[in-house]
C-alpha cells in the first residue's frame, strides 16, 4: 500500500501574542456558583479564532463547567461570555453555533449512524440532498462509509468515538467542543486520534476547545493550555512554556515530573539570583530568575531530565555541583530514572537516556556520584 | 455454570407458594368448562357457558364501557402522568418539588374508599352528572400516579447527555422530547399504560363510588351478579380475562427477550469486528 503524504509543513501560529489580535472566544470575569460551591471564580481567558485550546486539570477544577456554560448548558452566575463579538447571554443551547462532543459520546440510540450525523443538519432545515452529500463527506473523514446503517450499539468503542466527532463536526460549527473526547479509548488508539484531532483541526480551519485531565493530552494536542483549579487558572501558555516556565508550584508539579528545592533567596544580581537550600545547606546559582527580591522564600525547580549524573566531579564551572548516592534505579527502556540521595530526607531524580545498550551500568547502586545542572536549567518559583 | 442440585426445601417452598397463588384461578377456569349449572358439582366437559356468554346483552355492554374507560382513562393518564415525571426527573430542584412528589406518591398508599369517596363529593359538589366521564376521570386520577412512578424511574436511568446533544445540535426543547426523550423513555411509558389500563380493567371500589345510571363497568356487573349467586357464566367472563392479560404478559416478556437477545449479538458482533 502507497504511503499517503503527510501534508504540509504546520506553521507557526501565535495569535495571543499580538497585541491587536481580537479574541474569538471571551470569557470575562465569569464565575459560577452551585449553591455554596464556587465551580468557576471571577475567571477571564481569551481565545483565539482556529487555535486549539486545551483546559487542562483534575476533577472538579471547574473545566467541564467552562465548556458547558459555553455550549449553553450552564448559565453564568456573573460575567460575560463573548463569541466572535456577540454576548452569549440569553442564547439558548440549541441556537449557539458551537457544537459538543461529549464524553459519553451520546449517540442516539435509536438511530442509525447515518441519522446520527443527519440529525443536527436536519434541525436547521437543510435540503435533502444536500444532508446525503455532507453526511458521505463527514463518513468519510472519520473512515465509517461502512458502517453507516448501523445501531451505535452495532459499534466499537473506538467506532462510536468517531460517530460523535462526525456528528458534532457536521454542522462546521465556530468552535467545537471536546469533553474528555479520549478518556473511553485505549492508549494506543488514544494516541492515534490525537494526531488525527490535530490533522482534522488543521484542515478544517475550526477552533478546538477540548477539556481534558490528562496532562499529555493536552500537551499534545493543544497550541495552548489554560491550567485550572479549583475554579482558577493557574496559567495559559503554549506547552512549552509551561513545561519549561511554569508559574508556581502547582503547575510545577502538575505537568510532568520535577525537583523542588525550597529556600531563601540569598542575593540578587540583575536577572540573577543565589538561592540558599536549607536541605542541601548550600547554594543554588540560578540564571535568568526573572523578578525576585532578596530574603524571601522561593523554591528552585528543575526537570529530572535537565539534571546531570557523573562519578567524577565535574570541573568547577558555572554550573551547579551536589553531592549524592544513588538511592534507586527505575529502569523503562529508552530512559532510566536515578533517584538520588542528597540529605536524609530528600531525594532528587535524574533522567538519563539509555543510549548504549544495557549490559553494565556505568552507576549503579550505592555509587557516590556528583548531580550539576546549568545555572539557566531550571526556575525559581514564588508562589 | 455449575448445576446446581435443587433441594427437597426448595421445592416444597415452590409448590406450596405457586399453589397459594394460582389455585383458586386454576379452579376458576376449570369450572368455566362445566356442564353442570351449580358451581361445586363437576358435570362434564362443556363450553355452553361462553356460548350464552356471547347472547348475555349486559354483560357484553358492561365488558364495552369497561373496555373504553380503561382506554381513555390509561392513555389520559400516561400522558399526565409522563408530564408528571419529566418534571420530576428533569427539572433538578425547584421550589416545592418535595411536597409534589409526595403528593405524586400519595394516591398509591391511599385507601381506595377514601379516593372513591373524596372524587365522589367532588363530583356532587361540582353538581355534575355521573356516568362514563366521572369514572374515567377518576381512573385518570389515580393511575396517573402509578405512571409517573414507572416513567420516573426509566428516565433515572437515561443518559442526560442525549438530551443535551439533541439540543446542542440545534433541536428545541419540545421536538427534543419526541424525537430523543420520547423514544428512549418508551418501554416505560408503554408499561405505564398497560398498568393503567390493568389498574382501571379490574378496578371495583371507585368505580362504584363515582358511577352513575347507565355506565356499569365489568367489575360492577360480575360483584352484583355473584351477589345473586355465582354462576358458571361469570367463571367463563374471568377466564376469558385471566386469558387475556396472561397473554398479555407473555407477548411482553418474548419481546424484550427477543430484542434483548438480538441486541446481545450485534455486541458480540461489534466487538468481533473491532478485533481486526
Not at chain 1, 332 to 357: F, L, P, Q, W
Not at chain 2, 45 to 60: A, C, G, H, I
Not at chain 2, 67 to 73: E, K, V, Y
Not at chain 2, 220 to 244: D, F, H, W
Request: charged share 20%; hydrophobic share 45%; net charge neutral.
Amino acid at each position: 500500500m502507497a504511503k499517503k503524504p503527510i501534508g504540509p509543513v504546520r506553521r507557526a501560529f501565535a495569535p495571543w501574542e499580538d497585541p491587536n489580535a481580537i479574541p474569538f472566544i471571551e470569557f470575562r470575569n465569569v464565575t459560577k456558583r452551585f449553591g455554596d460551591f464556587v465551580a468557576v471564580d471571577n475567571l477571564s481567558l481569551s481565545i483565539y479564532e482556529r487555535e486549539f485550546h486545551a483546559l487542562l486539570g483534575g476533577s472538579g477544577c471547574g473545566k467541564t463547567t467552562m465548556m458547558r456554560m459555553l455550549a449553553g448548558f450552564e448559565t453564568p452566575t456573573e460575567g460575560q461570555i463573548l463569541l466572535d463579538g456577540q454576548d452569549l447571554a440569553g442564547i439558548p443551547p440549541y441556537k449557539r453555533p458551537v457544537n459538543m462532543m461529549f464524553q459519553s459520546y451520546a449517540l442516539f440510540p435509536h438511530m442509525t449512524v447515518e441519522a446520527n450525523i443527519a440529525f443536527g443538519l436536519k434541525q436547521d432545515g437543510m435540503p435533502a440532498s444536500e444532508i446525503k452529500s455532507r453526511v458521505d463527506e463527514m463518513l468519510r473523514l472519520v473512515k465509517l462509509e461502512p458502517f453507516a446503517k448501523r445501531k451505535p450499539h452495532q459499534l466499537s468503542g473506538g467506532q462510536r468515538q468517531r460517530v460523535a466527532l462526525a456528528r458534532s463536526l457536521a454542522k462546521r460549527p465556530k468552535v467545537l467542543l471536546l469533553d474528555e473526547p479520549l478518556a473511553a479509548l485505549d492508549k494506543k488508539l488514544r494516541e492515534e486520534t490525537q494526531l488525527e484531532l490535530m490533522t482534522l483541526q488543521e484542515d478544517l480551519r475550526m477552533t478546538f476547545l477540548i477539556v481534558t485531565h490528562d496532562q499529555e493530552e493536552a500537551m499534545t494536542v493543544a497550541d495552548r493550555i489554560s491550567v485550572m483549579d479549583h475554579g482558577h487558572i493557574r496559567q495559559v501558555a503554549t506547552p512549552g512554556e509551561i513545561y519549561e516556565t511554569p508559574n508556581s508550584r502547582f503547575v510545577a508539579e502538575f505537568i510532568g515530573d520535577i525537583n523542588l528545592f525550597s529556600g531563601q533567596i540569598s542575593e540578587v544580581n540583575e536577572n540573577d539570583a543565589r538561592l540558599f537550600c536549607t536541605v542541601l545547606g548550600q547554594h543554588i546559582d540560578i540564571q535568568g530568575a526573572g523578578k525576585v527580591t532578596a530574603g524571601s522564600n522561593a523554591a528552585f525547580a528543575i526537570r529530572p531530565e535537565k539534571v546531570r549524573i557523573s562519578l567524577d566531579k565535574p570541573e568547577p564551572s558555572n554550573a551547579n555541583v551536589i553531592p549524592g548516592e544513588v538511592w534507586d534505579i527505575a529502569y523503562m527502556g529508552d530512559v532510566s530514572i536515578y533517584h538520588i540521595k542528597i540529605a536524609e530526607t530528600e531525594t532528587v531524580r535524574a533522567v538519563v537516556a539509555n543510549t548504549t545498550r544495557l549490559v553494565e551500568r556505568p552507576i549503579t547502586w550505592d555509587d557516590k556520584i556528583w548531580l550539576s545542572w546549568d545555572r539557566d536549567a531550571g526556575v525559581i518559583l514564588t508562589k | 455454570m455449575e448445576q446446581r442440585k435443587i433441594s427437597w426445601f426448595n421445592i416444597t417452598s415452590l409448590v406450596l407458594g405457586f399453589s397459594f397463588l394460582y389455585l383458586p384461578i386454576v379452579i376458576l377456569v376449570i369450572y368455566s368448562f362445566n356442564a353442570s349449572r351449580l358451581v361445586t358439582v363437576w358435570g362434564g366437559f362443556s363450553t355452553k357457558w361462553y356460548v350464552s356468554l356471547l347472547n348475555n346483552e349486559q354483560m357484553l355492554d358492561a365488558a364495552w364501557v369497561t373496555l373504553r374507560i380503561g382506554f381513555t382513562s390509561a392513555t389520559l393518564a400516561t400522558i399526565l402522568g409522563t408530564l408528571a415525571a419529566m418534571v420530576l426527573a428533569r427539572q433538578g430542584r425547584f421550589f416545592g418539588r418535595t411536597l409534589f412528589s409526595g403528593m405524586i406518591y400519595a394516591p398509591l398508599v391511599m385507601p381506595e374508599v377514601i379516593l372513591g369517596l373524596s372524587l365522589l363529593l367532588l363530583f356532587v359538589a361540582m353538581d355534575q352528572a355521573r356516568g362514563f366521564w366521572t369514572i374515567m376521570i377518576a381512573h385518570t386520577t389515580f393511575a396517573m400516579c402509578y405512571v409517573a412512578v414507572v416513567v420516573q424511574s426509566r428516565l433515572a436511568g437515561f443518559d442526560k447527555s442525549l438530551e443535551e446533544a439533541a439540543m446542542d445540535l440545534g433541536c428545541p426543547p419540545v421536538k427534543t422530547f419526541f424525537h430523543v426523550t420520547l423514544p428512549q423513555i418508551l418501554p416505560g411509558v408503554a408499561a405505564g399504560w398497560m398498568l393503567a389500563f390493568t389498574l382501571s380493567l379490574d378496578d371495583l371500589v371507585i368505580a362504584s363510588f363515582t358511577t352513575g345510571p347507565g355506565a356499569t363497568t365489568l367489575p360492577m356487573k360480575i360483584y352484583s351478579q355473584v351477589r345473586l349467586g355465582v354462576t358458571p357464566e361469570i367463571n367463563a367472563v374471568c377466564t376469558i380475562l385471566v386469558g387475556i392479560v396472561t397473554v398479555g404478559v407473555i407477548t411482553a416478556s418474548l419481546i424484550t427477550k427477543r430484542q434483548q437477545l438480538q441486541r446481545e449479538r450485534d455486541e458480540r458482533m461489534a466487538f468481533a469486528a473491532n478485533q481486526h
